[in-house]
C-alpha cells in the first residue's frame, strides 16, 4: 500500500524499548499509525542498554518515513521526552556534548542522529505510562520483548 502524505497529515509513532538486564540483549520497536496505514518495525542488538533501546525505537521510527511529516512521538520514556521537551539535547549541543555537571553526555551517537532527523521532521512529544493498557504502547512493548526473544526483527504490515 502506497502512503501519500500532505503538508497537514501527522504521522503518530509509538515507540518503546527493552532490556533483559542492563546491559544486556535489547530490543526496540515503534508502531506508525497514519489514516489507516499501520506498521510495526523492531529489532534486536546482542548487547546494550534500556535507554539505548528507546533511543532507537524511535530513530528507526523516523527514519522509515520517506519525507518530512509532522510527527507525534508517544513514548512510555522520560529519558528520551525529556532530552527534548526539557531542552536537554539543545543545552548538551551548547555545551560541547557535555552535561550541566560537564560528563561526557550518554548515548551521544544516538543523539546525534536523532538530533538530525528533529532537523527533517516537525516532531511533538507525549509521555504515555507503560504497561497501562495503552494498545500501541503496550504492542511496542510486546514486540522489543519479542525481538530479544526471537533475536530478529519484524517487518510488517498489520
Given at each position: 500500500?502506497?502512503?501519500h502524505y500532505?503538508?497537514t497529515?501527522?504521522?503518530?509513532?509509538?515507540?518503546?524499548?527493552?532490556?533483559?538486564?542492563?546491559?544486556?540483549?535489547?530490543g526496540?520497536?515503534?508502531v506508525?499509525?497514519?489514516?489507516e496505514y499501520r506498521?510495526?518495525?523492531?529489532?534486536?542488538?546482542?548487547?546494550?542498554?534500556?535507554?539505548?533501546?528507546?533511543?532507537t525505537?524511535?530513530?528507526k521510527?523516523?527514519?522509515?518515513l520517506?519525507?518530512?511529516?509532522?510527527?507525534?512521538?508517544i513514548?512510555?520514556?522520560?529519558?528520551?521526552?525529556?532530552?527534548?521537551?526539557?531542552?536537554?539535547?539543545?543545552?548538551w549541543q551548547?555545551?560541547?556534548w557535555?552535561?550541566?555537571?560537564?560528563?561526557p553526555?550518554?548515548?551521544?551517537?544516538?543523539?546525534?542522529q536523532l538530533s538530525?532527523?528533529q532537523?527533517?521532521?516537525?516532531?511533538?512529544w507525549?509521555?504515555?505510562?507503560?504497561?497501562?493498557?495503552?494498545?500501541y504502547?503496550?504492542m511496542?512493548?510486546?514486540?522489543?520483548?519479542?525481538a530479544?526473544?526471537?533475536?530478529?526483527?519484524?517487518?510488517?504490515?498489520?
Amino acid at each position: 500500500m502506497k502512503v501519500h502524505y500532505t503538508m497537514t497529515s501527522q504521522v503518530t509513532l509509538y515507540t518503546d524499548g527493552a532490556c533483559s538486564g542492563n546491559p544486556g540483549p535489547g530490543g526496540w520497536a515503534c508502531v506508525l499509525l497514519y489514516n489507516e496505514y499501520r506498521r510495526r518495525i523492531s529489532g534486536y542488538e546482542q548487547y546494550t542498554t534500556n535507554n539505548k533501546m528507546e533511543l532507537t525505537g524511535v530513530i528507526k521510527g523516523l527514519e522509515s518515513l520517506t519525507r518530512p511529516m509532522p510527527v507525534l512521538i508517544i513514548t512510555d520514556s522520560q529519558y528520551v521526552k525529556n532530552g527534548f521537551s526539557e531542552k536537554w539535547l539543545e543545552n548538551w549541543q551548547k555545551n560541547g556534548w557535555k552535561t550541566k555537571s560537564g560528563k561526557p553526555v550518554k548515548n551521544i551517537e544516538l543523539w546525534m542522529q536523532l538530533s538530525l532527523l528533529q532537523r527533517k521532521h516537525n516532531l511533538t512529544w507525549q509521555w504515555v505510562k507503560g504497561h497501562s493498557g495503552n494498545e500501541y504502547n503496550d504492542m511496542c512493548d510486546e514486540l522489543a520483548r519479542n525481538a530479544i526473544i526471537k533475536k530478529s526483527g519484524i517487518d510488517e504490515k498489520f
